[in-house]
Structure formats: structure tokens, C-alpha cells
């Protein structure tokens, strides 16, 4: 069993004995110090796993000693006591690289919190640097991945609120989850949000939670986002897409720490790590006064940018071989690769959506190329909204051939339904005639036999 040490730094005898109590029950070693130089030396004669340090000491303060242990220790995660209230005091310390912060008074079910996560940083763990999740976003070799990769796994050891700028497309959401995965709070649960995609009615529910019957269609309990993260990571995509009103109460959220659901009386503590991101300029959203000065400024602590795809051309190959695979396995296909030409092509292509858009040329691609090698004229680059149906124009241009032909309902209809109805009834009718044999199928429709299996895939006709 691991005996972890912490240095506690407070010029106050009845503080430090408190802290010293507190920790020392968790089962912690102490060592106390009551101003900055004693510290120094404490943490140059011992080798400690946490410290606590209160920001006004008599030689100087804790952001000093934050600075410090970050050049000589960095290592040790260090948590500053701040005044009550006194935000900005907090954010300098986060900024300077501070684990976290807990207010005076300090109420000791929130220093335990804090205590906890930050001895998860001493725990070992696996390497995590060449990890990523699907769809493999943080792949790739150039100097600008490599940066944001050492980003990610410094920003994990602190519970600093980060703001993850970049444009749409270029895995902002992934490099937050890389964030969460590499840190102390990787037990506990991811949940990302897009912001924009909440009716503006229903966010407060959406965010804090409601008590059965505190509104026309409440008929349970709900926890809320907040609630649900409790423990771990809350991803705030598009965060510039909130309103006004809900950004003075998201404010209140984080400063605060605790929530109160739609209809109830009292507050719910929450311990959640606030990670947000949007791809619009959000200091330019709030000169304009629809983005918030002081929510900017407390969920903005740090700033992570998320390099677009044209700024690192040379991940493109291992990026799209590593796609590929997964297309392939998702289909239950033989792997494509891309000819020498092809990979020069996309290494050209300016790529406004990024590695969404990646993913999305290579996987059309893959679905409508006959062989195993897909060539710089199967990427269809530049067209894709065409290309993108070409596999229902097929269809539905098969059926008609067939003297079928295609009716267009009258009035408003569902086009993506209307399509896939199209599709659904072709494909059917081409494997009965072939009496299910896949190959012929294909061929009768005049696709390749991967497009039929990517349809039957997406069909849910297997």
C-alpha cells in the first residue's frame, strides 16, 4: 500500500492543525511549514505527493510557491486556499499552474474531494501518450500533434476550467476526453453537451435537473448534466451558443459548485472538472455583449488550440490509414489503402472541414471504389455534396431502369426517409431476384459489392 505525503503551508497555527488532523485521518503524512522559505526546504529534503498552501505567508504568497514547485517539482500537484469569494485570486493561481483551489472557510467534505484527486496523480498508470479514441484524431507525427499531445497531458493534471478553441471538424471534443482519460477524474464519467442543440426551455432542466411534477410534463426525478458528471468531466461544446439568461446561471453553477434542480428549494454540491469549447471567436462574441465577460473569463483559465487538418498535412497518411481500418472492420470488409496519388491529393486538399471531413471523403470513398486501392479520382474532392448521394442516385437510378421508376410524393415530404425508402426497396428486390447472393446483387444495382454492404450496414438490413 502507497504512503503518500503532503506539505501543508500556513501561517496560522489553527489552520495548519486542522489540515494536519484532517489528512493525517485519511491516512496521510504531514509536514507542515509556516512561510514560504521553510517550505522550500521541506520540499527539497522530502519527497512529497500533494501541497496545500494558503495564498498570503509572510515571505510572500502561494502563487509564489505554485511557480516554484511547478520548475523544481512539477510533479506534485499543488492546491491553494484563498480567501472566500476572491475568484480572481484563483484563477491567477490555476493560471500559474495550481492543481486546484478550495475557499476559506474550508469545509472539509471539498478539501477531501480535492485531497483525493489530486493522490490519483501519484497512482501509476499506463502511457497514455500515443492513445486516442475513435475516430483517431490526435494521430499523427508533426510537431503541431506532438504539442497538443503534451498539452492535453499537462492541462490533465490540473482541475483548471479549459477553453478548447478550433475550427469545426478538427476534434476538440476528442482532445477534451483526452484531457478526462489522462486525469485524476478518468474513473468517472465523460458526458459532453452541445450546447446548441438544447431548446432554450428546456436547458435549465437539461443542465441541473428538475423534481417530479415542477412543470407540465415532469413526471420524474431528473438528475441533470451537471449531476450526471458528478465525479468526473462536463464537455460544454459550443458553449457560444447558450443564451444570455442561462449563461448567468451556468456562471453561478461553476462558481458555486453546486446546482439547484427546476422546482426544489435547495442546492445539490456537485464535483465536476468544467471543459468547454466552441469553434466561433468567442472574445470577439463578448466585445459584441452576447457572450458574458465574466463567464469567458472563468471558463477560459486556459486556453487549448486545436490545430485545423491544412496546418499538418503530413499526418494525413497515418490519419487515413487508421480510418480506413476502422471503416473496414465497422463493415466487416477487406482494408482499402490509398495509391501514392491519392494520399498527395488529400495532402493538397485544403480540407475546411477537417478531420470530420477526412473521415467522411474516405469512408464515400472506400463504399464506392470496386477495388481494394482507392485512387486520387475515387476522393472526389471538391464535390461532395454530389458524391455523397451518388450510392442513392445509383439505387434509385437502378430501380427506375428496371421500369419501376421513381414517384415523387406531392407536397412537403422527408427527402433522407423518402431516400432510404428508395433504397430499402431496391436492394431488396435485387437480392430476392438474386436469391441473396451479395455479388450478383451488387451488380444488378450497378454498385460495388463494399457499397452493398455499407448500405445493408446502414439499413439495418443484415
Known sequence: MTTYTALIVDDEPDIRDLLEITLTRMGITTLTAPDLTSARKLLEQNTTHLCLTDMNLPDGNGIELVQWIQKHSPATPVAVITAYGNMDTAIESLKAGAFDFVSKPVELPRLRELVNSALKLAEPKADTEDTADEPGLLLGKSPEIRKLRNQTRKLARSQAPVFISGESGSGKELVARMIHLQGPRREGPFIAVNCGAIPSELMESEFFGHKKGSFTGAVENK??????ANGGTLFLD?????????QVKLLRAIQEKAVRPVGDTKEVPVDIRVLSATHKNLPELVQEGSFRQDLFYRINVIELAVPPLRERPDDIPLLSSHILGRIAKEYECDPAALTPEAIERLRGYDFPGNVRELENVLERAF??????????????????????????QIIAEGQAGEGEGVAV???????EGYLETIERQAIEKALEATRWNKTAAAKRLGISFRALRYRLKKLGME
Do not use: K
Open 223 to 228: 438528475d441533470g448534466l451537471f449531476r450526471s
Open 238 to 246: 459550443e458553449v457560444a451558443d447558450l443564451p444570455l439568461a442561462m
Open 367 to 392: 463504399t464506392l471504389c470496386d477495388a481494394d486501392q482507392i485512387g486520387a479520382d475515387d476522393l472526389h474532392l471538391g464535390n461532395g455534396v454530389q458524391h455523397a448521394a451518388s450510392a442513392t
Open 409 to 415: 410524393p406531392d407536397g412537403e415530404i422527408d427527402l
